[in-house]
């Protein structure tokens, strides 16, 4: 899906330069109409492009059901953190990531739950970048029926009363051409499809903490 938000990156890019070509014609006080109107049109048809990626997300997520099976969730974040380890490593940030001894086994889509890790690490990546020390830690705990897993950063944390809209799709603070705001609304949205919930804990000057919820696979596979 990250493919998407850089599909989507476009057209909204595009439809910013476009608008803002309209704007700078207007406040120059041209008479012609013409230009102005040619970058509306060409700003419209960006609208366009953008909507018909979004439709297609929608019909895609609908009609290719996605497989499920049991899978490692020590494995997904492993694999996850490997996909990230560099970004992190060039930014100096540092990881930690402490599953303890247990082997919780979900049922899901792997894909899916590593786009949840990669969609939290980016998002806490983003978040450290100016902070005085930059640290992402994933911790986890495995509970009768289900495991926890919490992604913290050292960050500024979440604004107070954002907590929520957050997790609503497009919602960013991030300049344009860096978020589409769409990270958190697909991680929810994937939790929630694996019988999961996901919360954020913020306390100003501690960081940003995701709170991850999901149901084990029959009780006798988690073992260790
Ligand atoms: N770890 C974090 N610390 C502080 N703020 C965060 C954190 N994670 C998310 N946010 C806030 O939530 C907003 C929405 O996050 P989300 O992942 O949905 O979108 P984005 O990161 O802005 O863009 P995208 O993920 O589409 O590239 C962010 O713009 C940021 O303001
Ligand atoms: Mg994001």
């Known amino acids: 899906t990250t493919g998407v938000a850089h599909e989507l990156n476009n057209p909204l890019n595009n439809t910013g330069l476009f608008v803002g070509n309209a704007v700078d014609l207007l406040e120059l006080g041209g008479t012609d109409t013409g230009p102005i109107v040619r970058a509306l049109r060409q700003a419209l048809q960006q609208v366009g492009k953008a909507t018909e990626i979004i439709s297609h997300l929608r019909t895609f997520g609908r009609a290719a059901?996605?497989?499920?099976?049991?899978?490692?969730?020590?494995q997904v974040i492993e694999r996850s953190l490997a996909l990230m380890r560099e970004q992190l490593r060039l930014r100096e940030i540092e990881v930690t990531a402490d599953l303890g001894p247990a082997e919780p086994v979900v049922v899901g889509n792997p894909i899916q739950l590593e786009q949840v890790f990669l969609n939290l690490l980016t998002n806490a990546r983003d978040a450290v970048a100016d902070a005085p020390r930059k640290a992402i830690r994933i911790s986890g705990a495995v509970g009768p029926a289900a495991v926890e897993v919490a992604v913290a950063d050292t960050g500024p944390g979440i604004p107070p009363g954002l907590e929520r809209r957050i997790f609503d799709p497009f919602f960013t603070t991030k300049e344009v051409g860096h978020g589409t705001g769409l990270g958190l609304s697909i991680t929810y949205g994937i939790v929630k499809e694996h019988?999961?919930?996901?919360?954020?804990?913020?306390?100003?000057?501690?960081?940003?903490?995701f709170l991850l919820q999901l149901p084990l696979a029959a009780a006798e596979t988690n073992e260790p």
């Open 65 to 74: 059901p996605v497989s499920r099976e049991p899978i490692s969730l020590r």
């Open 195 to 209: 019988g999961g919930t996901i919360s954020v804990v913020s306390r100003p000057g501690e960081g940003a903490t």
